[in-house]
């Protein structure tokens, strides 16, 4: 099974996510250590909370250059939630610069009349890169689990592999580009629909593993 590297940078749902990982036939590995991140066959980035908080943990266990130097190099990557919002280069819940791994800026929901904010519970994904592998053997408008009260705008349109409205506003709900993948809303949240998902990043993964 693939060994996939859970990055613990204080800020994530670890146990769930790797009960979903371990479901969908990996072999997760909690860690914060840069040489784990190197030797794992993908990476998962979890998380819950602020911007500024999460950008700064990662810095401070000298994550931020691992984690870079993974993507670069092909390995198979996969943000949830606040792991989504901290690739881009910054952010309106805080000061600190992102990681800048995606271009684009991370927004808050404009307030609107029948709206919550935060955005919480289960709502529909349109796939904008519906032959994604991310999104193989789902239904055309599956729904997921959400809850988030800001949301990611990336520069270059096409990256975004899924939108989600909420009120009169649509915005990006999951990214995709190469071997780098992340979602807005939380697949281990989201019942045998994010189980899918997570089976799809798992498998591949296992194509790119040596037997």
Same mark, same amino acid.
């Given at each position: 099974?693939?060994?996939?590297?859970?990055?613990?940078?204080?800020?994530?749902?670890?146990?769930?996510?790797?009960?979903?990982?371990?479901?969908?036939?990996?072999?997760?590995?909690?860690?914060?250590?840069?040489?784990?991140? +190197? $030797?794992?066959?993908?990476?998962?980035?979890?998380?819950?909370?602020?911007?500024?908080?999460?950008?700064?943990?990662?810095?401070?266990?000298?994550? +931020?250059?691992?984690?870079?130097?993974?993507?670069?190099?092909?390995?198979?990557?996969?943000?949830?939630?606040?792991?989504?919002?901290?690739?881009?280069?910054?952010?309106?819940?805080?000061?600190?610069?992102?990681?800048?791994?995606?271009?684009?800026?991370?927004?808050?929901?404009?307030?609107?009349?029948?709206?919550?904010?935060?955005?919480?519970?289960?709502?529909?994904?349109?796939?904008? $890169?519906?032959?994604?592998?991310?999104?193989?053997?789902?239904?055309? $408008?599956?729904?997921?689990?959400?809850?988030?009260?800001?949301?990611?705008?990336?520069?270059?349109?096409?990256?975004?592999?899924?939108?989600?409205?909420?009120?009169?506003?649509?915005?990006?709900?999951?990214?995709?580009?190469?071997?780098?993948?992340?979602? $807005?809303?939380?697949?281990?949240?989201?019942?045998?629909?994010?189980?899918?998902?997570?089976?799809?990043?798992?498998?591949?993964?296992? +194509?790119?593993?040596?037997?």
């Amino acid at each position: 099974m693939p060994v996939i590297a859970v990055v613990d940078y204080e800020m994530g749902n670890l146990h769930s996510v790797c009960k979903g990982l371990e479901k969908a036939g990996a072999t997760p590995k909690v860690t914060y250590c840069a040489k784990e991140l +190197e $030797q794992a066959d993908a990476i998962v980035l979890p998380g819950v909370g602020a911007f500024d908080p999460a950008v700064q943990h990662l810095r401070a266990r000298g994550l +931020e250059q691992p984690i870079k130097d993974a993507i670069a190099s092909g390995k198979h990557f996969l943000g949830i939630c606040l792991g989504l919002q901290i690739l881009f280069e910054s952010s309106a819940e805080g000061t600190q610069p992102g990681l800048g791994i995606v271009r684009g800026k991370v927004r808050r929901f404009r307030p609107e009349a029948g709206i919550a904010i935060p955005h919480m519970g289960w709502n529909q994904l349109q796939l904008t $890169q519906p032959k994604s592998t991310l999104w193989e053997h789902l239904p055309a $408008q599956p729904w997921v689990y959400f809850v988030h009260s800001y949301y990611v705008e990336p520069t270059e349109p096409h990256v975004r592999a899924a939108v989600v409205t909420h009120g009169s506003q649509t915005v990006t709900a999951a990214i995709a580009h190469n071997n780098l993948m992340a979602v $807005q809303f939380h697949p281990e949240k989201s019942s045998n629909i994010g189980l899918q998902i997570l089976s799809n990043f798992v498998s591949q993964v296992r +194509e790119k593993v040596p037997a």
